[in-house]
T-cell receptor, first 117, second 115 residues
Framework: DTEVTQTPKHLVMGMTNKKSLKCEQHMGHRAMYWYKQKAKKPPELMFVYSYEKLSINESVPSRFSPECPNSSLLNLHLHALQPEDSALYLCASEALGWQRGTNTEAFFGQGTRLTVV | AQSVTQLGSHVSVSEGALVLLRCNYS??????LFWYVQYPNQGLQLLLKYTTGATLVKGINGFEAEFKKSETSFHLTKPSAHMSDAAEYFC?????????????FGTGTRLKVLA
């Protein structure tokens, strides 16, 4: 199984709503990533978790709150978003440590298309 | 800081023609380099990767890339374009920061294949 599964595929939320994006992988990868991608732009890194601990936060606003409850699951909690936060949110995972070796490759999910109204 | 630069935000080729998408990297050490493809409304799919060693890397769907250290380049090629190759292509480098790897993407090249 080399899949990264993201749910939901599409999400429309109001600016006062609270919602969560979910990402799951069963490849035993211990690095998991959240990227944000605006239309016609490359993905921009938001957060990185290594061994279930937050290791990189690219100065993301606090209305985005990541969570890594276990080695297979990554969540992104959303609260009080703005219309400019509308984008494709991509999750990715990668092997770490002894598993990494030459197996350096990030696997990406299909993304969640978020629209904030 | 390590980065990649993609020359040409849009490339158009005729079906059956050679595809050449350019990527240059800036790195003082041998980099981990990747080419990803993104079809409309989808995630990123790995085409190929360079870690160490071989200069010519073969990927999926008939794509390959040549690593040229002297030119700091990792250009993507395919001998004969197919209509299904129309997509956005991203060159990326994996860098280590604070003991953690992260991927930095180029600005992307949109490939259009003309019938």
């Amino acid at each position: 199984d080399t899949e990264v599964t993201q749910t939901p595929k599409h999400l429309v939320m109001g600016m006062t709503n609270k919602k969560s994006l979910k990402c799951e992988q069963h490849m035993g990868h211990r690095a998991m990533y959240w990227y944000k991608q605006k239309a016609k732009k490359p993905p921009e890194l938001m957060f990185v978790y290594s061994y279930e601990k937050l290791s990189i936060n690219e100065s993301v606003p606090s209305r985005f709150s990541p969570e890594c409850p276990n080695s297979s699951l990554l969540n992104l909690h959303l609260h009080a978003l703005q219309p400019e936060d509308s984008a494709l949110y991509l999750c990715a995972s990668e092997a770490l440590g002894w598993q990494r070796g030459t197996n350096t490759e990030a696997f990406f999910g299909q993304g969640t298309r978020l629209t904030v109204v | 800081a390590q980065s990649v630069t993609q020359l040409g935000s849009h490339v158009s080729v005729s079906e059956g023609a050679l595809v050449l998408l350019r990527c240059n990297y800036s790195s003082s050490v041998p980099p981990y380099l990747f080419w990803y493809v993104q079809y409309p409304n989808q995630g990123l799919q790995l085409l190929l990767k360079y870690t160490t060693g071989a200069t010519l890397v073969k990927g999926i769907n008939g794509f390959e890339a040549e690593f040229k250290k002297s030119e700091t380049s990792f250009h993507l090629t395919k001998p004969s374009a197919h209509m299904s190759d129309a997509a956005e292509y991203f060159c990326a480098v994996s860098v280590i920061t604070s003991g953690t790897y992260k991927y930095i993407f180029g600005t992307g090249t949109r490939l259009k294949v003309l019938a």
